[in-house]
């Protein structure tokens, strides 16, 4: 690691602490001239993971849209934020666990569709109008049944 203040090409650590996106390492140009202390973060790199649409368009998967898609389905219900969070943190999560560098993009609205099943009905039902784009009242119908059944 080369000093920010004086390019001196060694560098120590005097202090690590491990945050939950990075290694926050404080520390110390080793040239006796400068002894400048500096701050560096360590983040893992994630390996982008594309999406393949229906279309077979392929994009990188976007963690904000999906949350956006959880919070515009669970509005006005009684879910915290944070469990919208980490949702949608077991979704990507099991998403990059089964899938390397492409997933379709049914099989991430079908794993956020299981976990919205468990926490809320209205909520599950509001997203799998949106992504299973229902046509009919008929549909919806039967999409509620089926939940109802599952619960049962």
Known sequence: MNCPYCSHDSTRVIESRSTDEAV???RECDNPECQRRFT???KVEMAPLLVVKKDGKREEFSREK??????RACEKRPIAVEE?????????REVRREFEKEVPADRIGEKAMDKLRTIDGVAYVRFASVYRQFKDVETF????????????
């Open 141 to 152: 119908a039967q999409e509620v049944l089926g939940l109802l059944n599952h619960k049962s």
């Open 24 to 26: 926050r390492r404080r």
């Open 40 to 42: 560096t973060y360590e």
């Open 84 to 92: 919208m969070d980490s949702l949608v943190d077991a979704v990507e």
């Open 66 to 71: 999906l949350l956006r898609g959880i919070i």
